[in-house]
């Protein structure tokens, strides 16, 4: 019989042959002699959304696997409810916590050597993709007689079988989206056409204003620099960038007057499109000279990246000794005054080198604002010196074998901390944070730090049980409590959203205030070593699961002196209260996800809470699918500043399609570039097309009783941020992969003026509008963007999509969603090249035939396969 428990969420990983060995002096079984398939049978068997898989495990080893020699432990993404199994098997499938896993033999089992084991199970809800979803990090524990750990060995010799089939490409049998095909796509692509070059933009984001004449000016590389008092940093960085570019030193002079070949920078009070201290004005002279003016010296900054966007491709791709640009100005301010990336680094450690290269990314798209999140469940990312089990604890995933103190393994991490192609552990020492900040401060890119309370704290809860422990043993009780976030007579029952019993710190306890009050300390000592500026601090806040404190002492305790207080649930507005008054009392600004501005009614529904509307309290809105659609302008009219995350459109963890090739999560549907960049801020019911499951919306109907934005609210709106959270994103390329090119639609929706389909009413109309200009954005990307970002900054990983195709009569039509990229085919069996033949219209084939879209640079897509 086969047990579910519960449920899980994951990423597949390869981990490397490796074997911890406990107690033994020789592997009984090395990393190789166990075998582990995994397939996705259907999505679609059963009229309910339900989905069967299976496992295969053969045994090539000389040991025989008995009901206590062993246990198979993995990751998997957590999919609703479990049912029961649709075969017996002498094996249990156990949820341990979070989307940890465990295979374990019951009484009697036996699985001799040569023999094989199949073990299929259900669960409700649905798998498509083959990275994301299947099980990951595999690794096989082996007991000795006693129970206790003997061997811990990761699976060398597992596959999952590839998604091909249609009942594994849909969610379930009503799923609405089409399938991922070839001849979908092409429908898909249809409306899609080349246009002639000067129809596309010059600048990504698309400037106030920008007037170009005929008349063009020759520059001679290399260029020089004239930096007026003060702008030394965007000489120097403009001369660093023109460098790598030209592989030619930059000369970069004080002074206030340019000649031929130089470009001048300076600031000067700027008035256009209101008053905005990041405006600049470019000219570009016909006698050979550029000037960039900013009303400050970001204002120079983002003039420098305008300029940096009209240096032609050629440049870049090293193709001329000739500069030549059209005579110009270009006038230009951000709509919003934030415009944010938010990075996790939590879930899965990003590098310091990956996150100095996001940072380089942001500026070139003119991002101000990083929003480093560096504490979850799965791991705490920066180094407090006086906590130092928060890094060494908490800093680390692994298998909890006794004597190790660490997380266990999540997202397919696997048994052992720092493994080579893992990414579960991993930290940012004090020195390597400081150089984060100085290098963003060098780029005009505000960090916030993320450290999230009262949930998400297991890796902080777990780290500070550890050091509990420790002084315990030296008997000194008052140091051991005084970081403590637990109320160890707790008997409170819940799980989080993602699946953990124990990720809540006891808001009760005076400790926890202590705790938040020391890792605010040493963050204000980083940024003040770093010379950044510290203005605000994001709390958090989100996902405290129904039933947290309910049967805590303490809580008890607590709520019997705050008779105003009647649900347990509000003690999170109590929390909140006491962590913002003492960021208030540092001077800074509070920000919080969407459920700090919330408090639940006598009814049990969550509305706005008054307490927090003074404008200090800076809510991040995420949720706008379902009932939550209007939360953001609701809380805006109470009177609360927000930056918009709606993850409909900015969550760029998403899967971009549902290829099962397409990595990402898709719990609030499929994301790709043209939804980042189709975006209306002030009114999202325009643009808000399809349900997260796909099915279209009747604007009019479904959205008629949502509240609007009231026009004097509008300031409220500080801006707008993409997200990435990291479950599926394993290391540089694939974090990269993720953003790109997403996030150059979203630094569209940042910074560009209203767009004419924001605001118009007819919605025939407004999505004809759409049309029409997606079509010019996604012209610009194919034949300026992408292959611009193939060498800038060295270079970036940038997803180009699939070809669509079909063959009617013999006869092969072809196209792209990215008008401009080459499409190349072949009907021999043989990979597309920049050699095969190019598409360039209807064409007679014979046999298989194979396509793949080329950007200019030779970056190519994934293959298409047409039968």
Same mark, same amino acid.
């Given at each position: 019989?086969?047990?579910?428990?519960?449920?899980?969420?994951?990423?597949?990983?390869?981990?490397?042959?490796?074997?911890?060995?406990?107690?033994?002096?020789?592997?009984?079984?090395?990393?190789?002699? =166990?075998?582990?398939?995994?397939?996705?049978?259907?999505?679609?068997?059963?009229?309910?959304?339900?989905?069967?898989?299976?496992?295969?495990?053969?045994?090539?080893?000389?040991?025989? #696997?008995?009901?206590?020699?062993?246990?198979?432990?993995?990751?998997?993404?957590?999919?609703?409810?479990?049912?029961?199994?649709?075969?017996?098997?002498?094996?249990?499938?156990?949820?341990?916590?979070?989307?940890?896993?465990?295979?374990?033999?019951?009484?009697?089992?036996?699985?001799?050597?040569?023999?094989?084991?199949?073990?299929?199970?259900?669960?409700?809800?649905?798998?498509?993709?083959?990275?994301?979803?299947?099980?990951?990090?595999?690794?096989?524990?082996?007991?000795?007689?006693?129970?206790?750990?003997?061997?811990?060995?990761?699976?060398?010799?597992?596959?999952?079988?590839?998604?091909?089939?249609?009942?594994?490409?849909?969610?379930?049998?009503?799923?609405?989206?089409?399938?991922?095909?070839?001849?979908?796509?092409?429908?898909?692509?249809?409306?899609?056409?080349?246009?002639?070059?000067?129809?596309?933009?010059?600048?990504?984001?698309?400037?106030?204003?920008?007037?170009?004449?005929?008349?063009?000016?020759?520059?001679?590389?290399?260029?020089?620099?004239?930096?007026?008092?003060?702008?030394?940093?965007?000489?120097?960085?403009?001369?660093?960038?023109?460098?790598? #570019?030209?592989?030619?030193?930059?000369?970069?002079?004080?002074?206030?007057?340019?000649?031929?070949?130089?470009?001048?920078?300076?600031?000067?009070?700027?008035?256009?499109?209101?008053?905005?201290?990041?405006?600049?004005?470019?000219?570009?002279?016909?006698?050979?000279?550029?000037?960039?003016?900013?009303?400050?010296?970001?204002?120079?900054?983002?003039?420098?990246?305008?300029?940096?966007?009209?240096?032609?491709?050629?440049?870049?791709?090293?193709?001329?000794?000739?500069?030549?640009?059209?005579?110009?100005?270009?006038?230009?301010?951000?709509?919003?005054?934030?415009?944010?990336?938010?990075?996790?680094?939590?879930?899965?450690?990003?590098?310091? $080198?990956?996150?100095?290269?996001?940072?380089?990314?942001?500026?070139?798209?003119?991002?101000?604002?990083?929003?480093?999140?560096?504490?979850?469940?799965?791991?705490?990312?920066?180094?407090?010196?006086?906590?130092?089990? #928060?890094?060494?604890?908490?800093?680390?995933?692994?298998?909890?074998?006794?004597?190790?103190?660490?997380?266990?393994?999540?997202?397919?991490?696997?048994?052992?901390?720092?493994?080579?192609?893992?990414?579960?552990?991993?930290?940012?020492?004090?020195?390597?944070?400081?150089?984060?900040?100085?290098?963003?401060?060098?780029?005009?890119?505000?960090?916030?730090?993320? *450290?999230? =309370?009262?949930?998400?704290?297991?890796?902080?809860?777990?780290?500070?049980?550890?050091?509990?422990?420790?002084?315990?043993?030296?008997?000194?009780?008052?140091?051991?409590?005084?970081?403590? #976030?637990?109320?160890?007579?707790?008997?409170?029952?819940?799980?989080?959203?993602?699946?953990?019993?124990?990720?809540?710190?006891?808001?009760?306890?005076?400790?926890?205030?202590?705790?938040?009050?020391?890792?605010?300390?040493?963050?204000?000592?980083?940024?003040?070593?770093?010379?950044? @500026?510290?203005? *605000?601090?994001?709390?958090?806040?989100?996902?405290?699961?129904?039933?947290?404190?309910?049967?805590? @002492?303490?809580?008890?305790?607590?709520?019997?002196?705050?008779?105003?207080?009647?649900?347990?649930?509000?003690?999170?507005?109590?929390?909140?209260?006491?962590?913002?008054?003492?960021?208030?009392?540092?001077?800074?600004?509070?920000?919080?996800?969407?459920?700090?501005?919330?408090?639940?009614?006598?009814?049990?529904?969550?509305?706005?809470?008054?307490?927090?509307?003074?404008?200090?309290?800076?809510?991040?809105?995420?949720?706008?699918?379902?009932?939550?659609?209007?939360?953001?302008?609701?809380?805006?009219?109470?009177?609360?500043?927000?930056?918009?995350?709606?993850?409909?459109?900015?969550?760029?963890?998403?899967?971009?399609?549902?290829?099962?090739?397409?990595?990402?999560?898709?719990?609030?549907?499929?994301?790709?570039?043209?939804?980042?960049?189709?975006?209306?801020?002030?009114?999202?019911?325009?643009?808000?097309?399809?349900?997260?499951?796909?099915? @279209?919306?009747?604007?009019?109907?479904?959205?008629?009783?949502?509240?609007?934005?009231?026009?004097?609210?509008?300031?409220?709106?500080?801006?707008?941020?993409?997200?990435?959270?990291?479950?599926?994103?394993?290391?540089?390329?694939?974090?990269?992969?993720?953003?790109?090119?997403?996030?150059?639609?979203?630094?569209?929706?940042?910074?560009?003026?209203?767009?004419?389909?924001?605001?118009?009413?007819?919605? $025939?109309?407004?999505?004809?509008?759409?049309?029409?200009?997606?079509?010019?954005?996604?012209?610009?990307?194919?034949?300026?963007?992408? @292959?611009?970002?193939?060498?800038?900054?060295?270079?970036?990983?940038?997803?180009?999509?699939?070809?669509?195709?079909?063959?009617?009569?013999?006869?092969?039509?072809?196209?792209?969603?990215?008008?401009?990229?080459?499409?190349?085919?072949?009907?021999?069996?043989?990979?597309?090249?920049?050699?095969?033949?190019?598409?360039?219209?209807?064409?007679?084939?014979?046999?298989?035939?194979?396509?793949?879209?080329?950007?200019?640079?030779?970056?190519?897509?994934?293959?298409?396969?047409?039968?």
């Amino acid at each position: 019989m086969i047990t579910l428990f519960k449920q899980s969420r994951l990423v597949l990983s390869v981990i490397p042959a490796l074997a911890f060995v406990v107690a033994a002096e020789s592997e009984p079984l090395d990393s190789s002699d =166990l075998s582990v398939h995994w397939e996705l049978v259907s999505n679609t068997y059963h009229e309910e959304p339900r989905a069967k898989a299976r496992f295969v495990i053969e045994n090539n080893s000389a040991l025989k #696997l008995t009901d206590g020699n062993w246990e198979l432990f993995y990751n998997q993404r957590p999919v609703r409810t479990p049912i029961s199994s649709v075969a017996t098997s002498p094996v249990e499938l156990v949820w341990i916590n979070g989307n940890w896993w465990k295979l374990s033999p019951v009484p009697e089992f036996e699985l001799g050597p040569g023999e094989e084991l199949t073990i299929t199970y259900e669960v409700r809800g649905w798998w498509i993709k083959e990275e994301s979803d299947a099980p990951a990090g595999l690794y096989i524990v082996l007991y000795d007689d006693e129970g206790n750990d003997e061997a811990i060995i990761p699976i060398d010799d597992y596959s999952v079988e590839p998604f091909v089939r249609p009942e594994q490409m849909q969610r379930h049998r009503t799923d609405p989206l089409s399938l991922p095909t070839p001849e979908n796509r092409h429908k898909q692509a249809e409306r899609m056409k080349v246009l002639d070059e000067k129809a596309l933009h010059r600048v990504i984001p698309n400037p106030v204003r920008l007037e170009a004449h005929d008349e063009s000016a020759a520059f001679n590389l290399p260029l020089g620099i004239v930096y007026e008092e003060g702008l030394e940093n965007e000489a120097d960085y403009l001369a660093a960038k023109l460098g790598e #570019l030209t592989a030619r030193p930059i000369v970069t002079t004080p002074g206030t007057e340019v000649e031929a070949n130089g470009v001048l920078l300076q600031t000067s009070r700027l008035r256009f499109d209101g008053a905005n201290e990041e405006a600049y004005r470019l000219n570009v002279r016909s006698d050979s000279t550029v000037t960039i003016t900013g009303a400050t010296e970001a204002g120079v900054f983002y003039g420098i990246q305008t300029l940096r966007h009209l240096l032609p491709l050629e440049v870049y791709l090293g193709e001329t000794e000739q500069l030549h640009l059209p005579v110009m100005t270009v006038e230009d301010a951000p709509r919003f005054g934030y415009r944010g990336l938010h990075i996790d680094v939590a879930r899965n450690f990003q590098s310091r $080198e990956t996150l100095l290269k996001s940072i380089d990314l942001m500026a070139f798209y003119k991002l101000n604002v990083l929003h480093f999140y560096l504490t979850d469940d799965e791991g705490w990312r920066i180094e407090i010196k006086d906590l130092p089990e #928060l890094t060494e604890v908490g800093g680390k995933r692994g298998h909890p074998t006794e004597g190790l103190q660490l997380l266990p393994p999540a997202y397919g991490s696997g048994p052992f901390p720092y493994a080579e192609g893992t990414y579960g552990s991993g930290y940012y020492t004090r020195e390597e944070f400081v150089e984060i900040l100085r290098y963003a401060k060098d780029r005009h890119v505000t960090v916030i730090p993320s *450290i999230n =309370l009262p949930a998400h704290a297991r890796a902080a809860i777990r780290a500070m049980e550890v050091r509990y422990d420790r002084f315990m043993e030296k008997g000194d009780e008052e140091a051991a409590n005084e970081f403590r #976030l637990i109320d160890p007579d707790d008997t409170s029952e819940y799980v989080s959203p993602q699946r953990y019993t124990d990720n809540v710190a006891n808001v009760a306890r005076e400790s926890v205030y202590h705790f938040f009050e020391k890792v605010t300390d040493e963050l204000e000592e980083m940024y003040a070593e770093a010379g950044a @500026p510290f203005d *605000i601090m994001h709390t958090g806040g989100d996902e405290v699961s129904e039933g947290a404190w309910a049967e805590s @002492p303490m809580a008890r305790e607590l709520l019997d002196t705050l008779p105003d207080i009647k649900d347990p649930q509000n003690l999170q507005a109590y929390f909140s209260r006491r962590v913002f008054d003492s960021l208030l009392d540092r001077g800074l600004e509070i920000g919080g996800w969407e459920e700090v501005a919330q408090i639940r009614d006598e009814s049990g529904a969550y509305v706005p809470n008054p307490e927090f509307a003074g404008g200090d309290v800076i809510t991040y809105i995420w949720r706008n699918q379902g009932r939550t659609r209007d939360l953001a302008y609701r809380l805006a009219n109470e009177g609360y500043p927000v930056v918009l995350c709606h993850r409909s459109n900015f969550y760029f963890d998403l899967a971009y399609s549902n290829h099962p090739r397409d990595p990402g999560h898709y719990s609030a549907g499929f994301i790709n570039t043209r939804d980042a960049w189709q975006y209306a801020p002030y009114d999202i019911y325009k643009t808000t097309l399809r349900t997260r499951r796909g099915h @279209p919306i009747d604007i009019d109907e479904e959205f008629a009783e949502m509240e609007r934005l009231r026009p004097d609210a509008r300031a409220n709106i500080l801006g707008v941020q993409a997200h990435l959270w990291t479950e599926t994103v394993f290391g540089q390329d694939m974090l990269e992969y993720y953003l790109l090119p997403r996030v150059v639609g979203f630094a569209e929706s940042a910074w560009a003026a209203e767009r004419p389909f924001e605001v118009i009413t007819d919605r $025939e109309e407004r999505e004809d509008e759409m049309q029409r200009a997606w079509n010019v954005f996604a012209n610009t990307l194919a034949r300026k963007q992408l @292959p611009r970002l193939s060498v800038l900054d060295g270079g970036y990983n940038y997803r180009i999509p699939m070809p669509g195709g079909v063959v009617k009569n013999g006869r092969l039509k072809a196209n792209i969603k990215y008008p401009g990229l080459e499409i190349r085919y072949t009907t021999n069996g043989e990979e597309p090249t920049l050699e095969s033949a190019k598409y360039t219209g209807p064409v007679e084939v014979s046999g298989p035939v194979k396509l793949k879209a080329f950007d200019r640079a030779g970056r190519s897509s994934e293959t298409t396969v047409l039968e």
